[in-house]
């Protein structure tokens, strides 16, 4: 994944942007990333890479080690579909994946 795709993908945000707000911000939680344009007050699929993102941020790593932007965005897929949260109007649209 590049810093330049979705990380949130029901609130359209990247990982660049979530990283520069870790830089400017420098939060106490990795809650705290909700104030980044929404990121993980979604359907909740990204919160796990947020926290990654936020502890590599804590550790003094600039890069989170993530998978591509289609197998994560056909993760989230599944993760909708087995009941794992609801996306937003206006998310990124979950994958047809077959039954």
């Keep these: 994944m590049n810093p330049n795709e979705e990380l949130?993908?029901?609130?359209?945000?990247?990982?660049r942007k979530?990283?520069?707000?870790?830089?400017?911000?420098?939060?106490?939680?990795?809650?705290?990333l909700s104030d980044c344009y929404g990121?993980?007050?979604?359907?909740?699929?990204?919160r796990?890479?947020?926290k990654k993102m936020f502890d590599?941020?804590?550790a003094g790593i600039t890069e989170a080690d993530f998978p591509t932007s289609s197998d994560y965005?056909?993760?989230?897929?599944?993760?909708?579909?087995?009941?794992?949260?609801?996306?937003?109007?206006?998310a990124t649209p979950v994958e047809d994946l077959p039954n």
């Design 56 to 58: 590599a941020h804590r």
């Design 48 to 50: 796990p890479f947020l």
């Design 39 to 46: 990121a993980g007050t979604g359907c909740g699929w990204c």
């Design 8 to 15: 949130c993908l029901c609130f359209h945000v990247t990982q």
């Design 18 to 32: 979530v990283a520069n707000y870790l830089r400017i911000e420098n939060p106490r939680s990795a809650s705290q």
């Design 73 to 90: 965005a056909k993760s989230r897929s599944e993760y909708v579909k087995k009941g794992g949260g609801t996306p937003p109007p206006g």
